[in-house]
């Protein structure tokens, strides 16, 4: 059993938005790795087309993935001019009080869905240790 984390976000950006957005998110990832010293990754991608950001960032349990949306949470509106939030995916059992925030965060960026992951079998040599 384990209590990390995976969170996979996938986005549509607007057309011809992304180079508006991309300052945008290098901000809110320098915000992430200065105010967040407990997250184990933190990583932002757009397609090749410029259509799609998926950001990734794993937790060494749920409280780490809490912390980052007390404390990320306010940052995230006004990237929501620039795209649409089409799904959150999360692997591990967050819990459902983080569920719910989730669902809130997927309605203010737009109209995605919030899937939960059960753990089934694996390993990992991630650790904040």
Known sequence: MTDLILYVDQSSVHDGKLDELKP??????????????DILSYDVYSSSDGEQMTVVHMHDDPATLEYHMDVAGPKFSPIGEFIELESIDVYGDPGEEIVQRLREKATTLGTGRVSIHDFHEGFDHVTAD
């Open 24 to 37: 945008d998110m290098a901000e809110l990832a320098d915000f992430v790795e200065a105010n967040e010293p």
